[in-house]
């Protein structure tokens, strides 16, 4: 069964203090690896697809990387406004059908 | 603008009732999706359809219905088969079934009365 694991399960960083978040994944025939991030209340908000071990993303203070069983999320100098919760997804072919598996996601608070 | 609407933002439903929770995106894409979020737990899938008049069921289908009868447009009915409907519901769209990134809609909140 796909297995993905997100942790921390929350974090707590002072304005300015760079961190990791990590995703674990358990798939078999991964086809892509997605990030997202979710304020209270609202839908996902998409942040990178990552396809490939080695593949890495940039989005302003966001940088996401792939391995071969990981996936991190670097939050370099991050501000109050980068809290939120963030989810990782894995999408693989599962029985003929490319199965997206959610983890449970880092909530992350930033604090001035 | 693009994008995906969900309504209503809340909804309440009486014991025994039926409810439907509207998704329509306007992104021309082919593949949606129905997920629901409970606390502490990741988003599982309830159903999916890949073309017009086509749908599969998810995970976690029993207790819900869908149907897809234009391609912007996929309604979700929770039945009074579901005994645990509380929960964040979100729709979802891609171009196709694949690698291809999901983007979702604002949700719905469901609550029993």
């Known amino acids: 069964e796909d297995q993905v694991t997100q942790s921390p399960e929350a974090l707590r960083l002072q304005e300015g203090e760079s961190s990791s978040l990590n995703c674990s994944y358990t798939v078999s025939g991964l086809r892509g690896l997605f990030w997202y991030r979710q304020d209270p209340g609202k839908g996902p908000e998409f942040l990178f697809t990552l396809y490939s071990a080695g593949e890495e993303k940039e989005k302003e203070r966001l940088k996401a990387t792939l391995t071969k069983k990981e996936s991190f999320l670097h939050i370099t100098a991050p501000k109050p406004e980068d809290s939120a919760t963030y989810l990782c997804a894995v999408q693989a072919t599962t029985g003929g059908y490319q199965k997206v598996t959610f983890g449970t996601g880092t909530k992350l608070q930033v604090i001035p | 603008d693009g994008g995906i609407t969900q309504s209503p933002k809340y909804l309440f439903r009486k014991e025994g009732q039926n409810v439907t929770l509207s998704c329509e995106q306007n992104?021309?894409?082919?593949?949606m999706y129905w997920y629901r979020q409970d606390p502490g737990q990741g988003l599982r899938l309830i159903y999916y359809?890949?073309?017009?008049?086509?749908?599969q069921k998810g995970d976690i289908a029993e207790g819900y219905s869908v149907s897809r009868e234009k391609k912007e447009s996929f309604p979700l009915t929770v039945t009074s088969a579901q005994k645990n409907p509380t929960a964040f519901y979100l729709c979802a769209s891609s171009t196709q079934l694949g690698r291809e990134t999901q983007y979702f809609g604002p949700g719905t909140r469901l609550l029993v009365l």
């Open positions: 359809s890949q073309i017009v008049n086509d749908f």
């Open positions: 992104l021309n894409h082919d593949a």
